[in-house]
């Protein structure tokens, strides 16, 4: 037996020894402000606790370890020191999805009682075993900076208090993330639940001739193992196809190694975990399709259909070689960029639970709930209004969580077994199954006059989508329809071919396929000014989008372009350094392209000072749900008094899409004006109190969109947003800031976008410098997260985020969407400035290291 002191109290350990500390906390203990992000590889940071005065990675402690020893988590924390840390951090807006900050607070306060007066310097250090993937670090260092202040000096973080739009109000759910009390779907407890978990294929193409699952059948404790056969409705399912199959059959043949076998449910994931390793799979091992070049000819098919999943072309003006052959200066360069895994913090995870009536209550952390309600209905053949999708605020997710991975898996076991059923990856189970970003092959040609206008571009863009479709049509389409950045130019010739392969899937991540077309652009407007010598600057500012010109897609602009502007606030900063790259950016707000897009609020008044408000779209970290709560504040004129309660569900009345493409300022906050205008009428003459029980509903949809290729005026999508991205380099070549410029309209919370613009800054310097999926013939040659190359607080440069404000008049208040494009230009601008170190064009991600003087 051990016996420890566990956050002040003694405390006995019987069990296994080598169990680990983490496992103890969170399933014994129930202390769940402890996160498990890594599955035990301590390469996150999230499991951080105090040991002995001393940070420790939980995962990674075995209980024989604390043997004798204090362990302290924030649970444990002096109630003043937790506030403090809680606050400090909201206040500074450090948290976005907040699975990490527990353990980023946890060893705040283990630095701050050995050194009260941290320099920024001592911070960083500090936290050099902590991966976050939302923030970017500056906010976290910032709020650790005045936690120390305020507990050094003895006084209260106060909090902004205004509640309308223009104003830093806290984030909604922050402090509780903060603290560890707010839940994601693996902290939550359900009486009765029991635990899934999947079988994989170990190849990426090889016929199934067998799955023997008896040995699992017989293990102690295993209630039951699903396969194929099963399912009750449609084995296959997508969000944009249906051609990935929830689990694939005796005598199919494997299309990559997401692909699943069986799902075991028992009474412990330990127990199911072990049940899994005894599935025996018999395979016909074959060749894989690996390389999206070789797809469009090869023998081996992927889909019956072919290996084309979508061709995107875009032609406009005069034929290409006609005006590249009169034009003054023409460049041309082949790129090409890596799959890149999103790590999101949280893995992913589901509860299913029969709701009693014939149905399902699932609990989902997706970004896409209308989505996950239609594919699990079909699974299980129910109308879709027997299945309520709830949502779990995601512990981040950037486009990673619009598939389905385990909610279908825990929704059949649920309904089959009529018990709560939890099923949830590891990480290793994440990094092979959920959709990456693409990898992609991009062949570009430009020129301009000779007074340095643009004439003429032609691109040929390959996507590798993998073996399913995910959302990757959709994705090398947004690559090729945004294939000439931000920029007017007369006579464009792109085609854009997504490929399945055996690779794992590609889908949507940050950027939407625009940030692989950024790279290759801005490169070759950089080569054109070399070629020409034109100022680099110059060149971008005459050929920038405004008013009057044309996307790529030939979408002439109205109005609302600040593109310029943007390049204006760089423009001083950018001609007084030696080695800057810079480099522009457009992103889409909205699916558009003639699709209709629906978002719907509804209001509750449950008493004189408070409103449930709801909605159908997904927070992940980016603030959806405090955008909601400002606009309704906004318009109601209603003070921090009034708790606004925002939830997300299909059973709550209010549709939504996937939360994706920029559009969910744009769609909800313009929803919410229409609900909120409904409640500010009855508030002239009637108090909230007076209207306990009454419920408000609107409606707002944009049905004016067209495809590229439609007859008559383009329009692609309602609105767009812009950016200019700088990076400077000192004199030994070291990234020494990044200055970002943005127009999104309108600024609602100033705090979240000046942090959402710092989190896209450093996952696009990730993806210019360190990160890559590590994959070699559709096998994964690591499983760790630590071979990711995710940056850490160490690595971040001077982050300057520069606010620019063209309202549009299609956004709530003149808002336009910035989730996406703060990734967007930020890795041409640093292949850019190490052109400008060593003199060498780079054409692959991630860039080569510098040549030093």
Not at 163 to 186: F, H, N, Q, R
């Amino acid at each position: 037996m051990i016996t420890f002191t566990l956050n002040g109290q003694k405390t006995s350990f019987s069990g296994d020894e080598k169990m680990s500390l983490l496992h103890h906390l969170r399933e014994e203990k129930g202390l769940v402000s402890v996160k498990d992000g890594c599955s035990g590889q301590a390469a996150c940071g999230a499991c951080l606790v105090e040991l002995e005065g001393k940070p420790a990675l939980a995962c990674a402690t075995k209980m024989k370890r604390v043997a004798g020893k204090s362990v302290i988590t924030i649970e444990g924390f002096p109630e003043k020191v937790r506030s403090t840390l809680g606050r400090a951090f909201v206040a500074k807006g450090a948290v976005q999805c907040g699975f990490c900050t527990p353990g980023i607070i946890s060893r705040t306060k283990i630095l701050l009682e050995n050194n009260p007066d941290p320099s920024r310097a001592d911070v960083i250090k500090a936290l050099r075993i902590n991966i976050c993937r939302c923030t970017g670090y500056v906010k976290i260092i910032d709020g650790i900076l005045l936690a120390a202040k305020a507990l050094r000096e003895n006084f209260e973080i106060d909090w902004e208090k205004r509640t309308g739009i223009g104003y830093s109000y806290p984030k909604v759910e922050a402090y509780e993330k903060a603290l560890g009390t707010g839940p994601y779907v693996a902290d939550m407890k359900i009486a009765g639940m029991c635990y899934g978990a999947l079988k994989f294929s170990e190849h990426p193409r090889a016929v199934v001739r067998r799955i023997d699952v008896s040995a699992a059948e017989k293990m102690e404790g295993v209630i039951r193992v699903f396969t194929g056969t099963d399912i009750p409705g449609e084995r296959y399912q997508g969000i944009s196809v249906k051609d990935w199959p929830m689990l694939v059959l005796e005598g199919e043949t494997t299309r990559c190694i997401a692909d699943v076998f069986a799902c075991v449910v028992a009474e412990s994931e330990q127990i199911a975990r072990r049940a899994v390793e005894e599935i025996q799979v018999e395979y016909e091992i074959l060749e894989p399709l690996t390389e999206m070049t070789e797809a469009k000819d090869s023998s081996v098919l992927i889909h019956d259909g072919g290996n084309l999943l979508k061709e995107t072309v875009v032609c406009r003006g005069e034929a290409a070689d006609e005006v590249f052959s009169r034009s003054a200066h023409m460049v041309e360069g082949e790129f090409e960029t890596p799959f890149v895994e999103h790590a999101f913090l949280e893995p992913e995870a589901s509860i299913a639970q029969p709701d009693g009536k014939g149905g399902l209550t699932v609990y989902s952390q997706s970004q896409a709930l209308y989505h996950d309600r239609s594919q699990i209905s079909s699974v299980l053949n129910l109308d879709e209004e027997q299945v309520d999708v709830v949502l779990i605020s995601a512990g981040g997710a950037f486009g990673g969580k619009e598939d389905l991975t385990v909610q279908h898996h825990a929704a059949l076991a649920a309904m089959v077994l009529g018990r709560p059923v939890m099923v949830r990856l590891s990480r290793p189970e994440s990094l092979r199954m959920h959709p990456k970003r693409h990898r992609m092959k991009l062949s570009y040609k430009l020129a301009c006059d000779e007074n340095g206008m643009l004439t003429a571009l032609r691109a040929r863009i390959l996507g590798d989508t993998g073996g399913y479709a995910s959302m990757g049509g959709a994705v090398v389409a947004r690559t090729g329809t945004h294939a000439a950045s931000a920029y007017h130019i007369p006579n464009v010739d792109v085609i854009a071919s997504a490929y399945y392969t055996n690779n794992p899937p590609a889908g949507a991540f940050r950027g939407f396929g625009v940030n692989q077309s950024n790279f290759a652009m801005e490169s070759m407007v950089d080569e054109l000014c070399t070629k020409g010598g034109f100022d680099r600057w110059q060149f971008r500012y005459d050929n920038a989008l405004d008013t009057g010109r044309m996307t790529t897609t030939g979408h002439i602009l109205k109005d609302s372009v600040g593109l310029r502007q943007c390049l204006e606030e760089v423009k001083e900063s950018f001609n007084s350094a030696k080695y800057a790259g810079i480099a522009c950016a457009i992103k889409n707000c909205g699916i558009g392209n003639g699709i209709e897009e629906i978002s719907d609020t509804r209001l509750k008044i449950i008493s004189a000072n408070r409103i449930e408000l709801y909605h159908g779209w997904s927070e992940m970290g980016q603030g959806i749900n405090t955008v909601a709560r400002q606009v309704l504040a906004e318009v109601c004129g209603l003070d921090d008094s009034i708790a606004i309660d925002v939830k997300s569900s299909t059973g709550g009345g209010a549709r939504g899409g996937a939360t994706t493409a920029s559009r969910g300022t744009a769609l909800l906050g313009n929803s919410t004006i229409k609900v909120a205008e409904k409640l500010k009428a009855d508030l002239q003459d009637q108090s909230l109190g007076e209207l306990v029980g009454n419920e408000y509903f609107a409606r707002y949809f944009v049905d004016w969109t067209t495809s590229h290729d439609a007859d008559g005026e383009i329009i692609s999508h309602f609105s767009y947003s812009y950016a200019v991205h700088m990076a400077i380099l000192d004199e030994t070549g070291k990234l020494e800031s990044i200055h970002a410029a943005h127009d999104v309209g309108r600024i609602i919370n100033p705090i979240l976008f000046e942090g959402q613009v710092e989190g896209g800054v450093v996952m696009g310097m990730g993806y210019a410098l360190s990160e890559n999926y590590p994959l070699k013939d559709g096998k994964l040659t690591s499983d760790r997260m630590s071979k990711l190359g995710l940056p850490k607080a160490k690595d971040v440069p001077e982050i300057k985020v520069i606010g620019v404000e063209y309202p549009d008049e299609s956004g709530p208040f003149g808002a336009k969407g910035v989730g996406e494009i703060g990734s967007i230009p930020t890795a041409a601008a640093i292949a850019n400035s190490y052109y400008r170190f060593d003199g060498i064009r780079r054409y692959l991600l991630p860039l080569s290291p510098l040549k030093k003087k």
